[in-house]
């Protein structure tokens, strides 16, 4: 009996992450999702610009390539063209969502868009090398904060999940990890739901996955997955931000 | 029996799978290099593996297939 194996959704492709990336983790965590759910063929993607820019080339399903921060705009004309056939997902990272996709992030979930969110938060641009993104923490050193992250020059960090669910439209917020096995099952329960919650067309839901760097943190990607637990997570508090739907709130 | 199955040439060598394992058998092979350039993860006791397939879960490249 095969208990584990690679899920049809992700295609042969060797990814370009570097070693230890837990990007890798999440494509497959939302692949699995969408071979559970039966949605393989009648999934569209949309892909950032990041580290995940050429997630294109990994999942089987539909993909589009949106301009930088745009993802959600262009999921959500996606959607709307033919809502009862397509299930859309996004797939950004912090420095795209959070970045210069603020307003395209805070409006489509505004709108309560039926639209699927995936959020990864490694707290750092990736692709360019290594500088300060909105969501570094304080005192964190980057490329361009060589000092650490100083609160009084370049002002704090921004929590997505808290503060979307500030506003009355999104449906389903929660923030997870990946650094551990424990972890990861949990993510995966988050993702499916989010991905559930647009079948049964509840709205918009954004999972934040808090995810390692090892490259650019300049550490081991065992030494990254234990920082998660020890710097991440005390400033990104995991769990449900907002579930309309069951009531809760934080 | 568990019986694990890898795609040697896509290890990128980062060793999650090994400090993921609750058995301590795994390892990044001392000797060999793949396509790649890595050390690719092995397993050093087959008959040890319980097939709990948590290295496969942590496995950022779907390196490895578990079967029990």
Known sequence: ?????????????????????THGIIHRLVAEVMDELGIEGRTIGVAPVGCSVMAYNYFNCDMIEAAHGRAPAVATGVKRADPENHVVFTYQGDGDLAS?????????????????????NNAIYGMTGGQMAPTSLPGQVTQTSPYGRDVNHCGYPIKVCEM???????????????????????????????????????????????????????????????WIDEKMIPYYPLGVYKDRSAGEDK | MAKLTFKTDNCKGCGLCVDACPKNIL????????????????????????????????CPDCVIKVER
């Open chain 1, 164 to 226: 979307l669910s500030q506003l009355d439209g999104p449906e389903y917020l929660e923030r997870v990890t990946v650094n551990s096995v424990k972890a990861v099952r949990n993510a995966k329960k988050a993702i499916k739901k989010a991905f559930q919650n647009q079948l049964d067309g509840k709205g918009f839901s954004l999972v934040e996955v808090v995810s390692s760097c090892p490259t650019n943190w300049g550490l081991t990607p065992q030494q990254a997955l234990k």
């Open chain 1, 100 to 120: 210069i996709g603020m307003a395209e992030t805070v409006h489509a979930a505004a709108r309560n868009e039926n639209i699927t969110v995936i959020f990864v």
């Open chain 2, 27 to 58: 390892q990044l092979s001392p000797d060999k290099i793949n396509k790649k350039g890595h050390h690719p993860a092995e397993l050093t006791d087959e008959a040890a593996c319980i097939g709990c397939a948590s290295c496969a879960i942590m």
């Open chain 1, 1 to 21: 009996m095969v208990v584990f194996d690679k899920p049809h959704s992700l295609n042969e492709m060797s990814m370009h992450y570097c070693p230890g990336c």
